[in-house]
């Protein structure tokens, strides 16, 4: 970056729009202040024009794998022959009903088939990294619960295990058990969402309707333990906010009881139909290394073949103590990464059978003082008790200097949590890897030479949720 660079008072930077130094900054950060209008640099990487996919004889060409597909360098293998007339650029959302929220897609057409894709995000972001930095410890879970709203309960445990371990404080067994079997019922309520999408963008309308139905036991029971059916702010620091609701079991009994054969449902509705059959096996394939390359995990990840699952490689929460299965595809198309998706269901709710059988007796949070609020009963008798739940709710708790990274294994992927302590009750910086915006980045791969119609199978099949993406 050149040191000579002159600010002009109309546009703020040289006819180069070379980008200026930091001391520079701060002198255009005044006069923006001011009223003056944007310097170029920044109109030219933040104007909707910049956003546009590439002309063709600007984008890199791309090798064809030997084992078939496209490297992951681009997209599309171009033809030195094709004439500019014969694509089309054809823009899919950001409000479209198969997008599964606010996705731009650019897409270049050559016909029906989808020969460049270029995904264009941002329309929902809300800022709750940031957001995150301005909160408590404390009341961090109900910032990050809202990211992905179908896994509320995944957030909320990624952010307090990273806590916790810049805390350096152990939970009790009930503790980790009620986290293990809230997370697992929520996994199974984000596929059955899911499904019930992916079936009605498919144009099996009844799937929906299946799909929700199963769905409300899962969402009565959430509501009865944590009093709401989303964004629960349940699964806090130091534990969990209260204790099982009486009755629980006989809730979970009906659970695990009435949602396998709901499962049996979607397979004798869709497993074997030859519609669903043609509009979903060698559809959006990726291999293995396309995976690697883009950061793929989750149930995308393992319908391709590979045996990654952070439950099984990085435990937590006493996961491991759970005797479960890993399901696996073999052809990374939209066919494997539904029949993942429906066998993890089973393992999630066979992993929820067990907690519920063992769930040991004891405490539902830490006795460390410091990060638990006195007992209800006890505000009534004390005043130092008082003063306690007052502060803690208020000011929060201080967490020792130190930074960590804590990832489990969410309904969509590796989820992880970047916390970092400055010793104060608030965190210095949170940063979230979400499964979600891999996904999205990943679609030029799957979708590239595909039928148009086929890129609706596409998205749904990677399950995206884009409050996961923007935050």
């Known amino acids: 970056m050149s040191d000579d660079v002159t600010i002009d008072e109309g546009t703020g930077v040289d006819d180069q729009a070379t980008p200026p130094s930091e001391t520079e900054r701060r002198q255009l950060q005044d006069m923006w202040a001011a009223g003056t209008e944007e310097p170029a640099w920044v109109v030219a990487s933040t104007a909707e024009g910049a956003q546009l996919m590439l002309p063709r004889d600007q984008a890199t060409s791309v090798e064809v794998a030997e084992e078939g597909g496209t490297l992951v360098t681009d997209d599309r293998l171009y033809d030195e022959e094709q004439y500019e007339e014969e694509t089309t650029i054809l823009n899919m959302g950001p409000q479209h009903p ?54 509320p309960f995944h957030n909320e445990l990624c952010f307090s295990l990273a806590t916790e371990a810049l805390l350096g404080i152990e939970l009790p067994p009930r503790a980790h058990a009620i986290r293990v079997l809230m997370t697992e019922l929520n996994r199974v309520s984000s596929h059955l969402t899911w499904v019930a999408t992916q079936g009605m963008d498919l144009g099996a309308v009844s799937m929906m309707i299946y799909g929700f139905r199963e769905r409300e036991l ?55 139909n030859p519609i669903f059959l043609g509009r979903t096996q ?9 995976c690697f390359a883009y950061g793929i995990t989750g149930p995308p990840l393992r319908a391709s073949g590979v045996d990654w699952d952070l439950r099984k490689s990085q ?37 929820v059978s067990q907690v519920m059988e063992s769930m040991p ?7 460390d003082l410091k990060v638990t609020p006195p007992p209800r009963k006890r505000i009534d008798e004390s005043m130092e008790a008082l003063i306690h739940h007052f502060k803690i709710f208020t000011e929060g708790f201080k967490v020792p200097p130190g930074e960590h990274y804590q990832a489990i294994e969410g309904p969509r992927g590796e989820l992880g949590h970047y916390v970092v302590s400055v010793g104060d009750a608030k965190p210095w910086r949170l940063h979230c ?5 891999a996904a999205v980045q990943s679609l030029p791969v799957m979708m590239a030479d595909q039928l148009i119609a086929d890129s609706i199978a596409i998205i749904a099949s990677i399950d995206p949720v884009l409050g996961d993406v923007d935050r």
Not at 257 to 270: M, Q
Not at 433 to 437: G, H, K, Q
Request: proline share 5%; no cysteine; net charge negative.
């Open 98 to 151: 198969s997008t599964h929220g606010v996705l731009r897609l650019q897409l270049e057409l050559e016909g029906e088939i989808v020969r460049r894709v270029k995904p264009v995000i941002g329309y929902l972001h809300t800022g709750m990294e940031k957001t995150g930095e301005t909160l408590t410890f404390m009341q961090g879970p109900t910032n990050v619960t809202r990211m992905d709203y179908l896994a």
């Open 218 to 272: 899962l969402l009565a029971f959430f509501e009865k333990t944590t009093g709401l059916r989303m964004n629960h702010n349940y699964i806090r620091p130091g534990g969990v906010a209260a204790d099982l609701p009486d009755g629980w079991e006989e809730d979970v009994a009906e659970i695990i009881e009435k949602t396998p054969k709901g499962l049996d449902d979607y397979h004798d509705l869709l497993t074997h």
């Open 282 to 290: 060698g559809v959006g394939v990726i291999t293995p290394e396309e």
């Open 315 to 351: 435990p937590y929460s006493g996961i491991e103590q759970y005797d479960f299965d890993v399901p696996l595809g073999e052809n990374g198309d939209v066919y494997d990464r539904y029949l993942v998706r429906m066998e993890e269901m089973r393992q999630s709710l066979r992993i």
């Open 361 to 367: 007796a004891g405490d539902y949070r830490t006795e």
């Open 433 to 437: 890897r979400t499964p979600s915006f």
